[in-house]
């Protein structure tokens, strides 16, 4: 069974780069079966997608978020990670890290537990 | 940018049925999938494909699609199901995911 786990820092300054890590067990980032993206949920609002990379390596991004995003794989790590430029306090949410399965396709049917990101000076 | 529209809320009470709507165009050529959303819990998939189910969900959860639209029927609804519930689906290109509105479902 694939589990995911987010790392990073809960707090980021204004203007500087949130950078997080998921860190996969249970099958390789290398692998052809699955995708990995991205998901955050601001305070009061709804779910919405970042970005995601396939085992070809191929990125896509939310084009609102496009300009400041990052999205790469460090199979020597076995993990992804994120990176998101002069964040704003607008970028405060729980930051979920995803994978969608094959079988799933154009989903995500495993999750991380989240982590909690803060944007504050 | 594509837009999936759901009902902010849905009342039930436990044993009825709720039925959650998501609109949107892209939804005529791409399926659509679910999750359920608690405070403080990661988004678990209840439907994927539009009607597939994974497993470990229950059978109550079970999803349908009709032209521009697809829908999520928690049939005999627990206490447990409240929750907020988002529909998802992907841009014509394949490169972009895209998130409902999501509805929060209250059982009464």
């Known amino acids: 069974q694939l589990q995911l786990q987010e790392s990073g820092p809960g707090l980021v300054k204004p203007s500087e780069t949130l950078a997080l890590t998921c860190s996969v067990s249970?099958?390789?980032?290398?692998?052809?079966?699955?995708?990995w993206g991205w998901v955050r949920q601001s305070p009061g609002k709804g779910l919405e997608w970042i970005a995601n990379?396939?085992?070809?390596?191929?990125?896509y991004s939310d084009p609102s978020l496009r300009s400041r995003v990052t999205i790469s794989v460090d199979k020597s790590k076995n993990h992804f990670s994120l990176n998101l430029r002069s964040v704003t306090a607008a970028d405060t949410a729980v930051y979920y890290c995803?994978?969608?399965?094959?079988?799933?396709?154009?989903?995500?049917?495993?999750w991380g537990r989240g982590t909690t990101v803060t944007v504050s000076s | 940018s594509y837009e999936l529209t759901q009902p902010p809320s849905v009342s039930v009470s436990p044993g009825q049925t709720a039925m959650i709507t998501c609109s949107g165009d892209?939804?005529?050529?791409?399926?659509g999938y679910w999750y359920q959303k608690k405070p403080g819990q990661a988004p678990v998939l209840v439907i994927y494909?539009?009607?597939e189910r994974p497993s470990g969900i229950p059978e109550r959860f079970s999803g349908s699609s009709s032209g521009t639209t697809v829908t999520l029927t928690i049939s005999g609804v627990q206490a447990e199901d409240e929750a907020d519930y988002y529909c998802?689906?992907?841009?014509?290109?394949?490169?972009?995911?895209?998130f409902g509105t999501g509805t929060k479902v209250t059982v009464l």
């Open positions: 995803a994978s969608g399965s094959s079988r799933v396709n154009d989903g995500f049917d495993f």
């Open positions: 249970g099958d390789s980032v290398s692998s052809y079966s699955y995708s």
């Open positions: 990379i396939y085992y070809n390596g191929r990125t």
């Open positions: 892209i939804l005529s050529k791409k399926y």
């Open positions: 494909k539009d009607s």
């Open positions: 998802q689906s992907i841009d014509n290109n394949n490169s972009y995911y895209v």
